[in-house]
């Protein structure tokens, strides 16, 4: 699986770099604050031999980013991937570190990765290279220190492999170093569905601004895993039309708006969508539909200058990581197309996962409609703010979203000084 290859001048550290650069200059932050901002606090580079189960070795190569930790714990998943970078690694932290601040959670930002294509080991090997990956940055690793959760390419099943692996070098059972556990070891009932859902959430905030209207509203989801399919099938219970969907295989459109219940069936029956008996569309042609609104939902890089110019829809709502590059958000502002940027759109993962890691450390329960509305209260909130922000100082979603996320992580810096 080869990523698509963009007309990119950023890399993705950089592009997040950018970022906060055109937040810092509408705030006016201080150089040298932003000289400390722009710095990743640690990124630890680690092998990790496995036993094949032919008997051979292999050896690959894992990171973990602990990007900023001044207000708290850092956070962030633990993507596998064969194009994994170092850069992409320290990128993804930087942005969960923006994400946690902006809707007020008590965490720093992290995110880990390995280099490595899962679908070729087998159940075993994948276990015993998450075993060995989780045991390589455990000097890092803690509830109080840095919590994983899943990413591209790892679910429930690794964090409880990363949690049992944690716990056996402890001695005892901990919970709360991991989020997005299978239930039964306190993960949280809606874990799995809380970005998709956080998505739809922020879309409905979006269009009640706007005062369009969601019912029979046109919708093109790209990427059909976990956010980009529960994502479509809120939105569809919210009245949208779902018209095009796309995976790395290929892309399907219906003009009457896919039954999404279906497609997650044989999605989760196939492994993907590929062979869905309906009308196919090239891959990245998902990008270019006559729609209301676009969903990016599956990696970074997709909206650049060399296609911006071409997006149709009205509004992008991201639901992946860093899909739009900065000079693809001018050519997109120009055009007067609304995006709410990934560290809004996307949060309802780690807001939730936030839950978990409480419920863990307190041996509270929460039932799930209380999980639920707390995952929604917090989203209004931040929406608000972000909005409020963007009229405030007339400028896009994305830079207001950075400024009331550097404001506070700047705050903390106010208050704890510089070491030493
Ligand atoms: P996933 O592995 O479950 O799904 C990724 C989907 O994207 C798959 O359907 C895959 O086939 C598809 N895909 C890959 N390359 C593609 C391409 N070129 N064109 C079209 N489709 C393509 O991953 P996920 O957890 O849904 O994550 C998707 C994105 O959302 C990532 O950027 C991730 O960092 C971000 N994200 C995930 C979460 C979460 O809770 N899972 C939270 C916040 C952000």
Request: a neutral charge; aromatic letters at 8%.
């Amino acid at each position: 699986m080869k990523r698509q290859e963009a007309a990119k001048k950023f890399s993705l550290a950089e592009m997040a770099r950018e970022q906060i650069a055109r937040a810092a200059r509408v705030m006016e932050l201080p150089a040298d604050l932003l000289t400390i901002l722009n710095c990743p606090k640690r990124v630890l580079t680690v092998s990790l031999p496995i036993e094949r189960d032919d008997g051979s070795i292999s050896c690959f190569t894992g990171f973990r980013c602990q990007y900023n930790n001044m207000r708290g714990p850092t956070k962030g998943g633990v993507r596998i991937h064969p194009d994994v970078t170092e850069d992409e690694v320290i990128a993804l932290a930087a942005w969960m570190t923006w994400k946690c601040a902006l809707v007020d959670l008590p965490y720093g930002g992290a995110k880990g990765g390995i280099i490595c294509d899962p679908t070729k080991l087998s159940e075993k090997e994948l276990e015993r290279l998450i075993r060995r990956y989780t045991t390589e940055i455990m000097p890092l690793l803690g509830p109080h220190q840095d919590i994983p959760a899943p990413d591209v390419f790892t679910t429930s099943k690794e964090m409880a492999w990363m949690m049992d692996t944690f716990s056996m070098f402890k001695g005892y059972t901990e919970p709360s170093v991991v989020t997005g556990k299978p239930e039964v070891l306190g993960g949280s009932p809606i874990r799995k569905e809380a970005t998709g859902r956080g998505v739809a959430i922020v879309t409905r905030q979006l269009f009640e601004k706007l005062g369009w209207s969601l019912k029979g509203a046109r919708a093109a989801i790209q990427g059909f895993g976990n956010v980009g399919s529960f994502t479509a099938l809120f939105l569809s219970e919210m009245g949208v039309k779902i018209v095009a969907v796309s995976d790395v295989y290929g892309g399907y459109a219906d003009d009457r708006g896919f039954k999404i219940p279906e497609l997650m069936a044989y999605a989760e029956k196939h492994g993907s969508l590929r062979g869905w008996p309906g009308e196919r569309i090239e891959r990245d042609e998902i990008l270019y539909q006559d729609v209301d609104l676009l969903v990016p939902a599956a990696l970074e890089n997709q909206l650049h200058a060399g296609n911006a110019a071409r997006i149709r829809a009205r509004a992008i709502v991201e639901g992946a990581n860093g899909p739009t590059t900065p000079e693809a958000d001018e050519v997109l502002e120009k055009r007067g197309i609304h995006v709410v940027p990934d560290i809004l759109a996307n949060s309802g993962g780690v807001i939730v996962s936030h839950l978990e890691w409480v419920q863990a450390l307190s041996g509270l329960l929460w039932e799930r409609e209380e999980t639920i509305s707390r995952l929604e209260r917090r989203l209004v909130r931040s929406f608000d703010a972000v909005w409020k922000k963007a009229q405030e100082k007339r400028v896009s979603l994305r830079t207001a979203a950075y400024i009331v996320a550097l404001e506070r992580v700047v705050e903390t810096y106010r208050y704890r000084g510089l070491f030493p």
